[in-house]
C-alpha cells in the first residue's frame, strides 16, 4: 500500500524558511515521481514542485521558482520541499502526492497523482 506521510509546516513570517518532507512507503521509490502540491482557502489545488525520484529531473511552477527547491533523499525514501523567502500568498495546506510516471505529469498532467499524503499547513503571516 502507497503511503505518504507529510510534515515540517507552521506559522512562519514573511521572509522566513520552512522545509516540508514526505516520507514515502510501499512502493519502489525510485519508479516513482514524487511532488507537492497546496490548496489554499477558496482556491483551487495546485501543482508546486515536482521531482522524478530515479533521475532527479524537477518542475517547479513559476509563483516558487527561485525560492523553493525540491530534492530527493533515495535512502530514505523522502522527499523535501525547502521553502525560502515565504510570503503570505504561499499559505495554503500543502500535500504530497505520487505515481509512477514523469514528474510533469504528476504535477500538471490530466490525472495527476495516484496517491496522496494528509497535508500540513503553512501559514506565512505578513
Known amino acids: 500500500e502507497v503511503q505518504l506521510q507529510a510534515s515540517g509546516g507552521g506559522l512562519v513570517q514573511a521572509g522566513g524558511s520552512l522545509r516540508l518532507s514526505c516520507a514515502a512507503s510501499g512502493f519502489t521509490f525510485d519508479d516513482y515521481a514524487i511532488g507537492w502540491f497546496r490548496q489554499a482557502p477558496g482556491k483551487e489545488r495546485e501543482g508546486v514542485s515536482c521531482?522524478?525520484?530515479?533521475?532527479?529531473?524537477?518542475y517547479y511552477v513559476d509563483s516558487v521558482k527561485g525560492r523553493f527547491t525540491i530534492s530527493s533523499d533515495n535512502a530514505k525514501n523522502t522527499v523535501y520541499l525547502q521553502m525560502n523567502s515565504l510570503k503570505p500568498e504561499d499559505t495554503a495546506v500543502y500535500y504530497c502526492?505520487?505515481?509512477?510516471?514523469?514528474?510533469?505529469?504528476?504535477?500538471?498532467?490530466?490525472?495527476?497523482?495516484?496517491?496522496w499524503g494528509q497535508g500540513t499547513q503553512v501559514t506565512v503571516s505578513s
Open positions: 502526492a505520487a505515481a509512477p510516471k514523469a514528474a510533469s505529469a504528476v504535477c500538471w498532467g490530466p490525472n495527476g497523482p495516484d496517491a
Open positions: 521531482i522524478s525520484s530515479g533521475d532527479g529531473r524537477t
